[in-house]
């Protein structure tokens, strides 16, 4: 399709493991996004790629969390040692310039047992 | 994280009826946006404000940035039931920033 694609769309993993998440963004777009979603809660910030950098990681949370986007084109969120407390739906936008003009896949609904 | 004060949290109306809903905050934003959301699907921006003051329409659908630059508001008029869904609103800050902050959502519900 030709939006924002998202792998897997749910995960449940047991606490203490890691996790990767997926993110294929629209074909051109430089820009890439990652927030996260808690329940009953809007999205929050985690990182912003401009091409392949990180040019704002400002949002993770602490050192378990990780992202990367080695050509510029696909970006995995990688979770080490997973806890309870990081369950919530990942959100992933891609835009050709500005977050302004974000599209957002549909989310990887993570789930730490 | 920081977040938007969004209200209300919830609205229950008849289909037909107009429907207002806003957001404030404590920070100055230069760009002001409002997303629906429907359930397992990510956010669709709805409407994006870049001027303090500036009225725009999309449809039915009329919002606001507020001249302080702290708030905003969403009207939507004679509601039909696939206006069924969570409202956010979000703002950017002033400097290029491209770190959106996100209300925390209204969640609207149409009786046909």
């Known amino acids: 399709g030709a939006g924002v694609s998202q792998t897997p769309s749910n995960k449940v993993t047991e606490k203490g493991k890691y996790v990767e998440l997926r993110c294929d963004p629209i074909?051109?777009?430089?820009?890439l996004y990652w927030y996260r979603q808690s329940l009953g809660q809007g999205p929050e910030f985690l990182i912003y790629?401009?091409?392949?950098?990180?040019?704002?990681d400002s949002g993770l949370p602490n050192d378990r969390f990780f992202a990367v986007r080695p050509e510029g084109s696909v970006s995995t969120l990688k979770i080490q040692r997973t806890e309870r407390g990081d369950s919530a739906v990942y959100l992933c936008?891609?835009?050709?310039?500005?977050?302004?003009?974000?599209?957002f896949g549909q989310g990887t609904r993570l789930t730490v047992v | 994280g920081q977040q938007l004060n969004q209200s209300p949290q919830s609205m229950f109306i008849q289909e037909g009826e107009d429907v207002s809903m806003n957001c404030t905050s404590s920070?100055?934003?230069?760009?002001w946006l409002w997303y629906k959301q429907d359930p397992g699907e990510g956010p669709v921006l709805l409407i994006a404000?870049?001027?303090?003051?500036e009225l725009t329409s999309n449809g039915r659908l009329t919002a606001q940035f507020g001249i302080t630059r702290k708030d905003s508001f969403l009207n939507i008029s004679a509601s039909i039931p696939s206006d069924v869904g969570i409202y956010f609103c979000?703002?950017?800050?002033?400097?290029?920033?491209?770190?959106?902050?996100f209300g925390k959502g209204t969640k609207l519900t149409v009786n046909p």
């Open positions: 936008a891609s835009s050709p310039r500005t977050a302004v003009r974000a599209f």
């Open positions: 790629f401009q091409g392949t950098g990180a040019a704002d």
């Open positions: 404000l870049y001027k303090a003051g």
């Open positions: 979000a703002g950017s800050y002033q400097g290029g920033s491209e770190k959106l902050v």
């Open positions: 920070s100055i934003f230069n760009t």
């Open positions: 074909s051109g777009h430089t820009a």
